[in-house]
């Protein structure tokens, strides 16, 4: 998972590099940074992150993390979408770079609002077909029992989520899980 979404506010222009100023645009609803000097009106939006849950024979890929926020503390393989590829794409593509591993994607069965942080976290069942490894920002991936996930160093909140219902599924396509996060704590 990548850092959480910075949340600072635009101060210059990323199309001129005039300074912009916080405003609601005519027939809008909300502020938005506009530009002092051409108008351009910057909106933003959440941003998505896509991983998944690798199983084989029962146990769960898991990566712990060689970078910041969180650096050290075990998390799902999961990154932000990139333009051009689908969610499943990025959640395999995602799962190559951290862990090295190729997978099957199942079903998608996690949804986590992080509305603070303007995040959407899906998260996607799968079969891992490959061997594995710690990619770049991995410092060790290691299979899992259900029994051997150490509930106290999962890096994020929806990570946690995720696993939880991943295991309470069994295998089982129970739709996707829906959840919502205001402040997570991590
Ligand atoms: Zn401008």
Redesign the pocket.
Same mark, same amino acid.
């Given at each position: 998972l990548p850092a959480p979404h910075p949340g600072d506010l635009m101060k210059? *222009? #990323? #199309?001129? +590099? +005039?300074a912009?100023s916080y405003r609601v645009p005519k027939d809008d609803n909300r502020e938005r940074a506009i *530009? !002092? !000097? *051409?108008?351009?009106v910057h909106y933003r939006n959440p941003l998505i992150v896509v991983g998944c849950v690798a199983e084989r024979d029962g146990m769960v890929l898991m990566c712990r993390r060689a970078i910041e926020p969180r650096y050290g503390y075990w998390t799902l393989p999961a990154g932000f979408m990139e333009l051009g590829e689908t969610v499943a794409g990025g959640a395999a593509r995602e799962t190559l770079e951290e862990a090295k591993a190729t997978v099957e994607l199942g079903h998608l069965f996690a949804c986590v609002d992080v509305v603070d942080a303007g995040q959407v976290h899906l998260f996607y069942t799968a079969r891992l077909v490959s061997d594995f490894g710690a990619g770049e920002e991995t410092l060790e991936a290691e299979l899992m029992s259900e029994q051997d996930i150490p509930w106290d160093e999962i890096a994020f909140q929806s990570v946690e989520f995720a696993l939880r219902k991943y295991f309470e599924d069994r295998g089982r396509n129970n739709g996707v899980h829906v959840h919502e996060l205001r402040r997570p704590r991590y």
């Open positions: 210059f *222009c #990323s #199309s001129c +590099g +005039g912009v *530009c !002092d !000097d *051409c108008g351009m």
